[in-house]
């Protein structure tokens, strides 16, 4: 379009005076910062100071490569620029609205039918932070681009390199929806890939934190990953929407009680996942509690109480039923009984023991020994440990909840000699935090969102459950792309463990990332999949897929990768695990210089298969797809993950034939780049 010179500049000219006006909020906050404690009245307000006023100086930094702002809604009486912070003037009038504002949710939901008052919704187009271009929908003449706008699509297929970026530019009404939706509300997103279910995800909780800010500071808000890959390419979303202190963690991490030393079978490592053992382990633990069966006697000093067998029944049964953690429960006990003792005091002496009696009696031997006998104190460690020890502990434990052969799996053949010396595997440690779990409540968060959530184990979904019990979760993930030997197949066991059974499931099938071609070829292997998910649909046509037969994939690979080159954007070499070093080798012998996983910013990249879950790239070359296939049990799914990652240009190349369910491919094709 051509656009008026003077709405250019005058739109220029407005982005440059937002720009110094967050400078000036900026340099307030530093100023606040480093007087800070000259105003607070002593060191712990001083410190509450120093951390609130830091964290503001940190949300309001200002990439100049980011536009501050990328559309504008015009009212009747009213006209705002939409950005990705709140900006104001030196008196407080604003010059850029918060995208989370409620006024703002018209920029995404306003349709010609449904105008929200608007009459006119302005996008802008960007380049390098610096303002190129705008077009505007006359919603109140009926027009509206939606998908078809210019600026929209080349925001969608800009090229990246470098970890993910926000969309709140791009967010379409179906994902706002998702985004705004109210914090008690725990959802779960089935996204189909590139339909955008991760930047859900992140742009919800960014919305939460600004609607229930203080709230959500107290109890926290937590995204779960994948992978530390995984997590690091999403790392810069929340800060770029001035979210600075969001914790990030992965499930291992989350769990990580004790130093992971050893490995297990797949088949053991998949017993210990199964949502069987939180009965087993919870029967372990509460056999322990045992009926009092005689009376004890405690001595003060000055006098000899004593306490029948019947009432320390009764506060042994009574503290079971109340369903506490079991060292809660041991500490309830404690506290009854020396309030029996201390109601056998006052009615001797006729006052109240003070608090020096009461910590004394709760310390003394007869009371510490009762407890041991009828509630012993067990560590998450010991009653693990204990449970692979003994063939006796764990078929009391297991009854028929487990067949004698797994019973058997799960027993040490050669036990440590205590659990501090146990060499423990990842999957002990999820029972280890079960265990833990059962023994005292861990601190929990107002929300959770977790990524790539198909590959959860009912176990680990548990882990998340106790740290969300009295909180909400975004669930995140597709049944297609579960490559875990537990991985779910449907939605509603996975929703089970994590205590929200209630949770609706939102399907997400149109992709805006993923050319047409590329899905299309990926849906050929969702038949195969065993899982009901509807066909990914893409709105984007243009891209290349080349599949190609070649002798020496290698050299085919490094081919692909020096025409990858001349185009922008990041570069993915994907392969079967054991093939990447092999590949590093071939691309450093042509002269291309190729990183991990681990870095984001560089141009090339040879990524595992098995960590490329999550990620994206312009241009992805994948090696031997049928040696992917058969690197692991659910090698279609890892397939069906590895095709979905090249946002522009997939090139396949092969020498072994590819798998049955891509194999329709003719000789004709083979070889040839279908430009779209």
Known sequence: MTLPAHDLETERAHLTASRTALRRMRERAEALFSTGENVAGDAYAAETLGRTLSRRVAELADDPNTPLFFGRLRFADSDHHIGRRHVVDAVGEPMVLDWRAPISTAFYRASARDRRGVNTRRRFGFSGGVLTSFEDEHLDRGEELGTASRILTAEIERPRVGPMRDIVATIQPEQDELVRAELGDSICVQGAPGTGKTAVGLHRAAYLLYVHRERLRRSGVLIIGPNRAFLSYISAVLPALGEVEVAQTTVDELIAAVAVRGTDAPEVAALKHDGRMATVLHRALWGNVRKPDAPIVVSDGSYRWRIAEEPLRRVVDEARREGLPYGTGRERVRARVVGLLQRQSEARRGDSPGDPWLRRMGRAKPVTDFLDAVWPAVTAEGLVFGLFSGADTLGRAAGDLLTEAERERLLWTKPARSAKATRWSAADAVLIDEAAGLIERPSGFGHVVVDEAQDLSPMQCRAI????????????????????????????????????????????????????????????????????????????????????????????????????????????????????????????????????????????????????????????????????????????????????????????????????????????????????
């Open 465 to 676: 459950a106790r740290r969300s019990e009295h909180g909400s979760i975004t669930l995140l993930g597709d049944l297609a792309q579960g490559t875990a030997p537990w991985a779910a197949t449907d939605w509603a066991e996975s929703l089970r463990h994590l205590g929200k059974p209630d949770t609706p499931v939102v399907p997400l099938t149109m992709g805006f990332r993923v050319p047409a071609a590329v899905v299309e070829l990926a849906n050929r292997l969702l038949p195969a999949l065993a899982v009901d998910v509807p066909e990914a649909r893409s709105l984007r046509h243009d891209g290349e897929l080349t599949v190609r037969e070649a002798p020496d994939v290698d050299a085919a690979a490094v081919g692909e990768v020096r025409a990858a080159l001349a185009h922008e954007g990041s570069i993915a070499v994907i392969a079967a695990d054991a093939a990447t070093e092999r590949l590093h080798a071939a691309l450093a012998a042509a002269g291309v210089p190729a990183a991990g996983v681990d870095d984001q910013t560089a141009r090339v990249a040879v990524v595992p298969a098995s960590l490329v879950k999550g990620l994206e790239y312009d241009h992805v070359v994948v090696v031997e797809p049928a040696q992917i296939v058969a690197a692991e049990p659910r090698g279609l799914h890892r397939l069906y993950v590895v095709l979905t990652r090249a946002v522009s240009r997939l090139a396949i190349v092969h020498a072994t034939p590819l798998p049955a369910p891509l194999s329709p491919f003719s000789p004709v094709d083979q070889g040839q780049t279908v430009v779209l």
